[in-house]
């Protein structure tokens, strides 16, 4: 259920045809699970996904069968089929968090930054999304690579990872951290 409208989660069209988000439920548990295990290698290099990667299928019809509460879970899906996940989390509305993955076939091909894209965009027109924040292990370049096309920002250092953040309302992005890596 849309935590805005209290209805259906819409489908999500992007730029780029064929693309669209749908929302990830347990009716995707076998579809999701065979692209998780065909990525394990891939989504441990910079520490994505901790507890589905050492998943079972039981483990992720359990985890697709929660009720996301306030957070949006959805699924890209490429001429139907399930490439990968991009999901908002109610931080505090109406701040959000952000996560996304693509199975490894799928990198490179624009595919994230378009599905990121109109996530974002449905953020701010659905759910009067003000900003959008992130969170990003040090060295995963292509990951800031991404964020910045979207047009992040980092906003805070720390030991482990980056804080990005998108301001959707025009306010400032930087919330205080003094390092050079946040400055602008």
């Given at each position: 259920?849309?935590?805005?409208?209290?209805?259906?989660?819409?489908?999500?069209?992007?730029?780029?045809?064929?693309l669209?988000?749908?929302?990830?439920?347990?009716?995707?548990?076998?579809?999701?699970?065979?692209?998780?295990?065909?990525?394990?290698?891939?989504?441990a290099?910079?520490?994505?996904?901790?507890?589905?990667?050492?998943?079972?299928?039981?483990?992720?019809?359990?985890?697709?069968?929660?009720?996301?509460?306030?957070?949006?879970r959805y699924?890209?899906?490429?001429?139907?089929?399930?490439?990968?996940?991009?999901?908002?989390?109610?931080?505090?509305?109406?701040?959000?968090?952000?996560?996304?993955?693509?199975?490894?076939p799928?990198?490179?091909?624009?595919?994230?930054?378009?599905?990121?894209?109109?996530?974002?965009?449905?953020?701010?027109?659905?759910?009067?999304?003000?900003?959008?924040?992130?969170?990003?292990?040090?060295?995963?370049?292509?990951?800031?690579?991404?964020?910045?096309r979207?047009?992040?920002?980092?906003?805070?250092?720390?030991?482990?990872?980056?804080?990005?953040?998108?301001?959707?309302?025009?306010?400032?992005?930087?919330?205080?951290?003094a390092?050079?890596?946040?400055?602008?």
């Amino acid at each position: 259920m849309s935590p805005a409208a209290g209805g259906e989660v819409p489908d999500l069209a992007t730029a780029v045809p064929g693309l669209v988000l749908r929302e990830l439920t347990v009716k995707d548990a076998a579809e999701y699970f065979a692209l998780v295990e065909g990525s394990r290698a891939h989504l441990a290099r910079h520490g994505a996904l901790p507890e589905a990667r050492q998943a079972d299928l039981a483990w992720v019809e359990r985890h697709l069968a929660e009720e996301p509460g306030g957070d949006l879970r959805y699924g890209l899906r490429l001429c139907g089929r399930l490439i990968g996940r991009a999901d908002l989390v109610a931080v505090d509305p109406p701040s959000w968090g952000t996560s996304w993955w693509l199975g490894l076939p799928h990198t490179g091909n624009g595919y994230a930054t378009a599905a990121c894209s109109a996530l974002y965009a449905h953020a701010r027109a659905a759910l009067g999304a003000a900003e959008v924040l992130a969170g990003l292990a040090h060295g995963n370049d292509r990951g800031a690579a991404l964020l910045q096309r979207l047009g992040f920002r980092p906003a805070a250092a720390f030991p482990t990872y980056v804080r990005y953040r998108l301001r959707l309302d025009g306010g400032p992005v930087n919330d205080g951290c003094a390092k050079p890596c946040c400055a602008g």
